[in-house]
């Protein structure tokens, strides 16, 4: 059959791709040590899981209103104004399927053919697809180990053409746990409202934030900002709530009045039975939260220590989020575990798939040449085995 232009010129989600490889080799019965997927490896909290199990009981198993439910959306302008300090009505709130639901809508609601978005690279992975799927066309700004993979205002204002539609920015970012420094991002807001650019900020991992970083919600930095601002966030990340699929946009009336028409003619609703686990993650007990960055920071200590003691890998200090983000590429050409050589960061995984065998993803698939990602939401055993396997496959 003939398939779509559209469908033709996106490539499938390599994160998805590379995990799906992983799997493959270990149903062979080899122990594979994977890092491929950005999920939390702890299971959902108890609390979240019996509102659920109580909603599926009272019967909340029918179609809800197309941008969710009442109480979840006050819960998410409540949780906002908590953490942020910046009132939104719950008109202003769309709940989709998962934060990548949010930003299609956001794309479809916004953009179309001959738009530009300005995505700064490194970036996550479905950003260009999704821009390319609503029909517009992505322009990749470059960002450095050395700026910390960060976007400068001036690198923003230079980017802007009469075409600009939309910045995407994701803060902290996926794959290089960039956290934005506070005045940074005020200056990128300034170049948004002086070119009236919108700014669809992806804040899901905003509660994943180390020791020594700070953050701040784009939409906090004045009512000016906040008019151009669509905020996306979800409770995948900071609840380990991945297959629940929730997530949600804070956005100006008149755009969440778009994504919901859009929605009603998508998907109806988001799951009912997840709209009430997803009030009981906001509303209830934020330890489990906590409990989490905990973890997650004992790792990222392990990661960043051991990636420090292999010659010739550099990478910028996450901030946020759960990825180590490094640089292989002194490694290319020269002779590595099994005899493999190597001349990019693709090859460089898929022979680390081979020897290691680890699981990583290759920088490629983010727009960053020569840096291979790490996630490390997965168990201190599995970090530990899978960077003395890294080690010895470098040494050659
Ligand atoms: N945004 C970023 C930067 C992500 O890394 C992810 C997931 O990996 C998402 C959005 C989508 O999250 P979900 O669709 O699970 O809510």
């Given at each position: 059959m003939q398939l779509s232009d559209t469908v033709n010129k996106i490539k499938p989600s390599a994160t998805?791709?590379?995990?799906?490889?992983?799997?493959?080799?270990?149903?062979?019965?080899?122990?594979?040590?994977?890092?491929?997927?950005?999920?939390?490896?702890?299971?959902?909290?108890k609390h979240i899981c019996e509102a659920a199990t109580a909603a599926m009981q009272a019967g909340h198993t029918h179609y809800t209103p197309v941008a969710g439910i009442p109480e979840l959306?006050?819960?998410i302008v409540d949780a906002f104004e908590r953490d942020h300090g910046v009132k939104y009505a719950p008109e202003q709130v769309v709940c989709s399927n998962g934060a990548k639901h949010s930003i299609h809508n956001v794309l479809t609601a916004l953009c179309?053919?001959?738009?530009?978005?300005?995505?700064?690279?490194?970036?996550?992975?479905?950003?260009?697809?999704?821009?390319?799927?609503?029909?517009?066309?992505?322009v990749l700004v470059d960002t450095t180990e050395d700026s910390g993979f960060c976007l400068s205002a001036e690198q923003f204002e230079a980017a802007i053409t009469d075409k600009t539609k939309l910045l995407m920015l994701n803060n902290p970012c996926n794959p290089t746990g960039a956290a934005y420094p506070i005045e940074?991002?005020?200056?990128?807001?300034?170049?948004?409202?002086?070119?009236?650019?919108?700014?669809?900020?992806?804040?899901?991992?905003?509660?994943?934030?180390?020791?020594?970083?700070?953050?701040?919600?784009?939409?906090?930095?004045?009512?000016?900002?906040?008019?151009?601002?669509?905020?996306?966030?979800?409770?995948?990340?900071?609840?380990?709530?991945?297959?629940?699929?929730?997530?949600?946009?804070?956005?100006?009336?008149?755009?969440?009045?778009?994504?919901?028409?859009?929605?009603?003619?998508?998907?109806?609703?988001p799951s009912s039975i997840t709209q009430y686990a997803t009030v009981a993650a906001l509303n209830g007990p934020q330890d489990c939260v906590t409990d989490m960055l905990r973890e997650f920071s004992k790792r990222r200590e392990y990661v960043l220590g051991r990636l420090r003691a292999l010659p010739d890998v550099t990478f910028a200090e996450p901030g946020g989020a759960f990825y180590a983000f490094f640089n292989v590429s002194?490694?290319?050409?020269?002779?590595?575990?099994?005899?493999?050589?190597?001349?990019?960061?693709?090859?460089?995984?898929?022979?680390?798939?081979?020897?290691?065998?680890?699981?990583?993803?290759?920088?490629?698939?983010?727009?960053?040449?020569?840096?291979v990602r790490l996630s490390f939401a997965t168990n201190m055993e599995t970090i530990s085995g899978g960077l003395d396997r890294l080690e010895a496959f470098l040494k050659g």
């Open positions: 998805i791709a590379a995990a799906a490889e992983a799997k493959a080799l270990k149903s062979t019965g080899v122990k594979v040590f994977e890092f491929t997927l950005g999920e939390p490896d702890f299971v959902t909290p959306r006050q819960a179309g053919p001959g738009d530009e978005v300005i995505i700064p690279t490194p970036y996550w992975v479905s950003y260009s697809d999704l821009v390319e799927i609503a029909g517009a066309t992505p940074q991002l005020e200056a990128i807001a300034k170049v948004a409202v002086k070119h009236q650019i919108p700014v669809l900020s992806d804040e899901i991992y905003e509660k994943l934030i180390y020791e020594g970083y700070s953050f701040r919600s784009f939409a906090s930095f004045g009512d000016d900002v906040k008019d151009l601002t669509i905020v996306v966030n979800g409770v995948s990340k900071a609840y380990a709530m991945t297959g629940w699929r929730m997530g949600w946009t804070l956005a100006p009336l008149d755009v969440s009045k778009a994504m919901s028409k859009l929605q009603s003619q998508e998907t109806s609703c002194a490694y290319f050409g020269k002779t590595l575990g099994g005899g493999a050589v190597v001349n990019n960061a693709t090859e460089f995984c898929s022979a680390l798939l081979k020897e290691g065998p680890v699981a990583l993803v290759t920088g490629d698939a983010f727009g960053a040449e020569g840096y």
